[in-house]
């Protein structure tokens, strides 16, 4: 593991930057937790616990948060991103200037930015630059087991492979295990998909599903995040590790998942607007559904699932209709659009 450090700032406190505020107090000797909102700092510091997420977790007494960005930034080693993907760029935008450009950056943030189609390691290079430093975290690791300790695991991608080591000995403990990936692309696309999929199988679920067909959702929304990472040149296996497989059964099938939440509230009439104005949460899937899509039809990838969740986000299909769609194409390989070894030897 990496020596202990002194000071870590932990921008965001949502549920996954409030989880990783506590495991990261374990390996520091101080966090910082940035809040958009005074008041939840203000309750935090007082009771240690976060008011609107994890709100029964005890954060450990190492951890202060602050609404200042400058009081958070001041001092770190290391800095977290853990911020919406429809933030980010902003709040990069917002640290330019306090961030020295040999501190390591580890994002926590899944998407594809709506209108730019960058992923989330882009949009943090673009605003704060040196992109050689910054590192992606994903994988089944939801942020109300995480807080509790249990058993967890994760994979860090970096350009940078003293970076992506370095990272990896502060975040790691005993019972959240992190491997190590070069290929940042891939780990990022898996991490952006799996949300589209999940609010599929929620949608599924809340219409009365079987496990069949749920297996099926996934599993061909598995090939989907296959084509996509393909057409970008990513590694083949990664879809099959922690980032896409992993990450994919766990969104799409726990209770923890929003994502998964949502889409079964949305079979219920629920819209999305009114989804996250009741849970504080943000959906992710819904953002990168437009963003996904429009980056798939740029690389001329099919992403049929994608497009129905889309489509039924946006009132041109109900969930009956792009059910139906979705079982109406044309049967065809099951791989296509990725390249298999019969195929290379053709």
């Known amino acids: 593991m990496s020596p202990r450090v002194g000071r870590v700032a932990v921008v965001g406190s949502g549920s996954w930057g409030t989880a990783m505020a506590g495991l990261l107090a374990a390996r520091c000797d101080e966090v910082a937790l940035w809040c958009?909102?005074?008041?939840?700092?203000?309750?935090?510091n007082a009771t240690?616990?976060?008011?609107?997420?994890l709100v029964d977790y005890e954060l450990p007494e190492n951890v202060a948060a602050t609404s200042d960005r400058a009081c958070a930034l001041d001092g770190a080693e290391v800095v977290v991103l853990a911020v919406p993907s429809s933030y980010l760029r902003g709040t990069c935008a917002s640290l330019a200037g306090l961030v020295p450009g040999d501190v390591p950056l580890l994002v926590l943030t899944k998407g594809v930015e709506v209108g730019t189609n960058e992923l989330m390691l882009d949009v943090v290079a673009d605003e704060l630059g040196h992109r050689e430093r910054i590192a992606v975290l994903s994988g089944p690791n939801h942020a109300e087991e995480v807080c509790l300790?249990?058993?967890?695991?994760?994979?860090?991608?970096?350009?940078?492979?003293?970076?992506?080591s370095r990272l990896q000995g502060l975040v790691v403990s005993q019972g959240f295990r992190v491997y190590v990936s070069g290929d940042v692309t891939g780990v990022e696309i898996c991490g952006a998909i799996k949300n589209v999929v999940a609010i599929a199988c929620g949608a599924a679920a809340g219409f009365g599903a079987g496990d069949n067909a749920l297996a099926v959702i996934m599993t061909r929304g598995l090939a989907e995040i296959g084509r996509v990472a393909a057409a970008l040149g990513a590694d083949p296996l990664t879809p099959m590790g922690l980032a896409g497989m992993g990450d994919l059964v766990a969104t799409c099938t726990s209770r923890h998942s929003r994502n998964r939440a949502f889409g079964e509230a949305l079979a219920g009439g629920e819209t999305l607007e009114s989804y996250e104005a009741r849970t504080r949460m943000v959906v992710e899937g819904a953002r990168a559904a437009e963003s996904v899509l429009s980056l798939a039809r740029s690389r001329g990838v099919e992403v049929p699932i994608t497009e129905a969740v889309h489509a039924v986000l946006h009132g041109r299909l109900d969930v009956t209709s792009a059910t139906d769609a979705l079982l109406g194409r044309r049967h065809t390989?099951?791989?296509?659009?990725?390249?298999t070894q019969d195929k290379e030897n053709a």
């Open 333 to 339: 390989e099951e791989f296509y659009g990725i390249a």
């Open 149 to 164: 300790g249990k058993l967890s695991a994760a994979v860090l991608a970096s350009e940078t492979p003293e970076v992506a």
């Open 36 to 44: 958009r909102d005074a008041a939840v700092a203000a309750a935090i």
């Open 48 to 53: 240690r616990r976060n008011p609107r997420h």
